[in-house]
């Protein structure tokens, strides 16, 4: 599937700290942008999760990830509009968004649910059963 995606993530309260590492900013305007976005990436048998750390004045409702294939990024602006993104993410596995979701855990992170591709091992047997075994 060729194209990028993009998934608008609903961010209720800025969490996390400015000194997070691999946080990274991006000034859009004069003076620094007052917050910041660290991610990091897990995978399930099904899923590729994304958990984001927002510190600073992330704006609530900005949060949006931008994907294609197995390359993403997290996007948000801060209090006075400013452009904020992460660095760079290589996923695991190529996804989709149909089925995404996202949520809060337990440490304040937004973990955000995107699911993988079906590839055609994915598809099962066709129901022949010979061309199966070849």
Known sequence: MAGAFLLFVLLTSPRGSASDPGAAAVDRGPGPASGALTVSVSETPDAVRLH???SGDVEPGSVEVRFAGRKAVVLAR???GRAIRSQP??????????GSSADYDADGALVITLRKQATAQDAGPTGDAEAAAR
């Open 52 to 54: 984001v750390q927002a």
């Open 78 to 80: 801060d209090a006075e």
């Open 89 to 98: 993410l290589r996923l695991p596995e190529p996804v989709v968004e149909e």
